[in-house]
């Protein structure tokens, strides 16, 4: 009796074997459509794999420390942190817009203490880039200044570069964005104003004696530094530590594409396969938005292009811009000294682009399908562009810095207008907007990391709706 039924279980197992097996041979080809083996194949030569996020604990060689981050979270909107009183990494790099600005071109100080469409005061040089998943950046800022020689951001052996005062000396911090954290506490024009008299050095000192000088930062300090527990003082890299540990918090690369790349099939729509065939293909994006190797996935090969966008000239600014009528911003050729690089920024990376108020450095576009547009025909773009018909605030309507000198550098890669049906645009557009977004980078979900009250008792910032 047992022995019977011992064989008719295995009976069993072997004919659901044999179900499973038919069910996966004959079953839906796990490759799915022609579409999708086109765009499979297309991910696959482009080295591209959907699966960089998991990929962020076992770089940091530990896990999130989500205590220390939270630390960074409170920093990172307190204005303590900014001498002039009056402005913090939120100021600029807003919640609702993926921690990137609200407006084209940054305003710093002398702000008028809202964070959204209707902040006011003079203007920075550039637009503040979204902090969400630089985490994977091995070089930052729009020229590429602050970078890892390894080309890793995790990996600090070959040192960290920055421009003096700080050259190599932040090389010794365990990820590119902790030593990028020492870096605009002492920003004029950012948030230390000209007040202060000092170095960076001392404006550093300055920042961690209001910080040493406050129980409730001392209190939240000393639950993660025991030398801080037993009475030591903060110090910046304590600062920079839970300053990057929020940011990287702050990796949502779990994309349609990230998934669809991954096996499912339906993560993306149609048209938004079709789109990223494009995007791979035939519209070339994938040559300066690459995916492979160093670039960590994150649609940049982090070099330098001049892409001709319109050079917008602030009325009223505290920075210093480049070229004879002070209106043009070089570029690349701030860090290199060298001419050829005019005009030239980072090739910016693309995940979750759809949550940006404006586009490119200075914020010259106001729409995705702007942004998009101009790489069609740059030269074109260039001629015809107006700071009205995007809708740009009044400060930065123009008149528009040089043109032509601009179209003389232009990149090869773009000197030869990319031709796309209009059907094929749009689908072009619909990948960029919707395959690359992670929906935890949304405005509503992000927002929600607003504290209600910081641990200087100052007054937050206003944040408007986007
Ligand atoms: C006045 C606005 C402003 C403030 C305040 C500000 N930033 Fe930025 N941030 C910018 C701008 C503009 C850039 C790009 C500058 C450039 O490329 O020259 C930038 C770049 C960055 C980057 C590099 C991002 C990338 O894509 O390469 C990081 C990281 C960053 N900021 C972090 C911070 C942190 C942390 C704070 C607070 C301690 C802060 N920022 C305060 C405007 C601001
Ligand atoms: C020659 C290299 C190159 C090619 C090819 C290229 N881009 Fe770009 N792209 C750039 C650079 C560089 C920037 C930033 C330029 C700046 O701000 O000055 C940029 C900016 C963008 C932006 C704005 C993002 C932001 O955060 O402001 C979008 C969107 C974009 N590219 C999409 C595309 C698409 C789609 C294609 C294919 C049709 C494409 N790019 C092809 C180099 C390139």
């Known amino acids: 009796m047992r022995s019977r039924n011992i064989l008719a279980l295995i009976i069993l197992v072997v004919a659901?074997?044999?179900?499973?097996?038919?069910?996966?041979?004959?079953?839906?080809?796990?490759r799915g459509s022609r579409l999708d083996r086109e765009l499979q194949a297309a991910l696959a030569q482009a080295g591209f794999s959907g699966t960089i996020?998991?990929?962020?604990?076992?770089?940091?060689?530990?896990?999130?420390?989500?205590?220390?981050?939270?630390?960074?979270?409170?920093?990172?909107?307190?204005?303590?942190?900014?001498?002039?009183?009056?402005?913090?990494?939120?100021?600029?790099h807003a919640p609702a817009a993926g921690f990137g600005d609200t407006q084209s071109i940054a305003i710093g100080i002398e702000n008028n203490g809202v964070v959204g469409p209707n902040r006011a005061g003079p203007r920075n040089m550039r637009r503040s880039p979204m902090v969400i998943n630089s985490a994977f950046y091995p070089a930052l800022m729009w020229n590429g200044r602050f970078f890892a020689r390894s080309g890793?951001?995790?990996?600090?052996?070959?040192?960290?570069?920055?421009?003096?005062?700080?050259?190599?000396?932040?090389?010794?911090?365990?990820?590119?964005?902790?030593?990028?954290?020492?870096?605009?506490?002492?920003?004029?024009?950012?948030?230390?104003?000209?007040?202060?008299?000092?170095?960076?050095?001392?404006?550093?000192?300055?920042?961690?004696?209001?910080?040493?000088?406050?129980?409730?930062?001392?209190?939240?300090?000393?639950?993660?530094?025991?030398?801080?527990?037993?009475?030591?003082?903060?110090?910046?890299?304590m600062f920079g530590q839970a300053i990057a540990e929020f940011e990287l918090t702050l990796t949502f690369a779990n994309a349609p594409i990230d998934r669809y790349a991954r096996g499912e099939l339906d993560a993306l729509s149609a048209e938004l396969k079709r789109g990223a065939l494009l995007f791979f293909g035939k519209a070339r994006c994938v040559q300066c938005h690459s995916v492979a190797g160093a670039s960590n996935e994150m649609f940049s090969d982090f070099r330098g292009h001049n892409i001709a966008v319109p050079q917008i000239a602030p009325s009223h600014t505290n920075n210093a811009f480049d070229g004879p009528g002070a209106n043009e911003d070089f570029g690349l050729e701030q860090l290199t000294g060298d001419p050829a690089d005019r005009y030239k920024f980072r090739t910016a990376p693309l995940r979750n682009v759809a949550v940006q108020p404006t586009f490119m450095h200075n914020g010259a576009y106001t729409s995705l399908e702007g942004a998009i547009r101009h790489h069609l025909d740059v030269a074109e773009a260039l001629r015809r562009y107006s700071p009205a018909v995007q809708g740009l605030d009044a400060d930065l309507a123009g008149p528009l810095g040089p043109i032509e000198p601009v179209l003389d550098r232009l990149d090869p890669l773009l000197a030869e207008p990319i031709a796309l049906r209009e059907a094929e645009f749009r689908q072009l557009v619909a990948f960029v907007r919707n395959g690359l977004l992670d929906p935890r980078a949304r405005p509503e979900r992000l927002r929600r990391l607003i504290p209600e009250a910081l641990p200087s008792g100052r007054q937050p910032l206003v944040f408007e709706d986007p």
């Open 16 to 30: 659901w074997g044999a179900v499973l097996g038919t069910t996966y041979a004959s079953g839906p080809d796990r």
């Open 152 to 237: 890793d951001p995790f990996d600090n052996r070959a040192g960290f570069s920055f421009p003096p005062p700080e050259g190599d000396s932040l090389s010794g911090l365990d990820h590119l964005l902790v030593a990028q954290a020492f870096i605009p506490p002492t920003e004029r024009t950012e948030v230390t104003g000209f007040a202060f008299e000092g170095d960076s050095d001392a404006i550093r000192a300055e920042v961690l004696a209001r910080l040493n000088a406050t129980p409730a930062y001392r209190r939240l300090f000393g639950r993660i530094y025991p030398e801080v527990r037993a009475g030591g003082p903060i110090t910046f890299a």
């Open 53 to 92: 996020e998991a990929t962020l604990e076992e770089r940091l060689g530990r896990a999130l420390d989500r205590r220390l981050a939270d630390v960074g979270r409170l920093l990172w909107f307190d204005t303590i942190i900014g001498l002039n009183d009056d402005n913090t990494c939120a100021g600029c």
